[in-house]
């Protein structure tokens, strides 16, 4: 096998088209695939790349397009739907697994899959986007000032994004569900918006407020820190309804609601504009505390959070093909380091001196 050619599922949704598109600036060599023929087959010509069409559940022909590369990058979701497929196929294909998502429930899935995977010599690494990359070398990074940290807070924003076809329906998927922290080290369902604060990213203060971020679980395995909260930016009017959500959520989780609000989704673009992406700009903040009461902070600046993506997906997926991974589930910078998120280009890190 080619040690620069990986399938790319999902090719021809918004993140995907931007993996695809940057790949060749890498060195790599993506077979796209998808379940719909067009749009596949006009970008396969547009970058000259080969191509294949399949549905996921149409498992020969997903095992038939694994056994051709060594690794797939999984673009499509949302995730909690498609993950599985692609991992059980991984599993009897003996194809390591990279995936861009940010849901909690998929990343604890894919944990319960760490046994086979040993076994069979694969890696399984669920999150290598935006969701979870900067926040979980963040955390790796303050895990390593404060070693006996047992309290971890995250929060990210963004300066001038907008959200993709892909990543809107997936919060369409989660309305009226709630939020989570980590608690004592386990997984607690908490009201969306539990806790709000102002923190100073370095270029703007924002408020930002508790959501159901990938690193209540990826950071407890990357950290082992047992209390974990994950933030991020909102208005502080958005905030203050979320009070009174226990009347309204019954709702939101109706399959109408629910229907209603991916039928908006897809009469918008399918994400930012090249030139909003150029401009945009995702920010970062970490705090870590002891028992003692002694806290450690940091912040970063990255690029916009699909551009990101696509740049730390490939980042990975070529220190795959160049043997550097670790079997079985693991985390970005579990196996990469807390200094992964910085050979992003366009990423800077400081502390904060309080």
Not at 8 to 13: K, T, W
Not at 97 to 104: K, P, Q
Not at 140 to 149: R, T, V
Not at 173 to 196: D, F, H, V, Y
């Amino acid at each position: 096998m080619e040690n620069n050619k990986f399938l790319l599922y999902g090719a021809n949704g918004y993140t995907g088209r931007l993996i695809a598109g940057l790949a060749a600036s890498y060195g790599l060599v993506p077979v796209l695939a998808g379940r719909k023929k067009k749009p596949i087959e006009d970008l396969a010509k547009e970058l000259d790349l080969d191509y294949r069409v399949f549905s996921l559940k149409d498992a020969r022909s997903l095992e038939n397009a694994l056994l051709e590369v060594p690794l797939v990058l999984h673009a499509a979701g949302p995730f909690q739907f498609t993950s599985r497929f692609m991992i059980e196929a991984c599993l009897v294909t003996n194809t390591h697994y990279l995936d861009i998502t940010g849901e909690i429930s998929v990343f604890e899935q894919a944990k319960k899959y760490n046994d086979k995977a040993k076994a069979a010599g694969l890696m399984i690494m669920p999150g290598v986007g935006f969701d979870v990359v900067p926040t979980d070398c963040m955390a790796k990074y303050l895990k390593e000032k404060l070693p006996d940290a047992n309290q971890l807070k995250l929060a990210f924003a963004s300066i001038g994004g907008a959200y993709s076809h892909g990543t809107a329906m997936t919060m369409a998927e989660g309305l009226g569900e709630g939020s989570a922290a980590r608690i004592n080290g386990k997984i607690t369902p908490q009201p969306l918006g539990k806790k709000g604060m102002w923190l100073d990213f370095g270029l703007k203060k924002m408020f930002v407020m508790t959501i159901p971020w990938g690193d209540i679980s990826t950071a407890y395995f990357t950290t082992g820190i047992p209390n974990i909260e994950t933030y991020t930016a909102a208005s502080p009017k958005t905030f203050k309804y979320l009070k009174w959500q226990k009347l309204y959520n019954w709702i939101l989780r109706t399959s109408f609601a629910k229907n209603y609000v991916k039928n908006k989704i897809n009469q918008k673009p399918a994400g930012p504009s090249e030139e909003m992406r150029a401009k945009a700009k995702s920010l970062i903040w970490g705090e870590v505390a002891n028992e003692a009461g002694v806290k450690i902070s940091a912040r970063m600046v990255c690029a916009e959070g699909y551009t990101l993506t696509a740049m730390s997906s490939l980042l990975i997926c070529k220190k795959v093909l160049s043997d550097q991974f670790e079997i079985g589930y693991q985390t970005p910078a579990s196996v990469y380091g807390a200094d992964l998120i910085l050979e992003v280009p366009g990423t800077t890190r400081e502390d904060i001196h309080l």
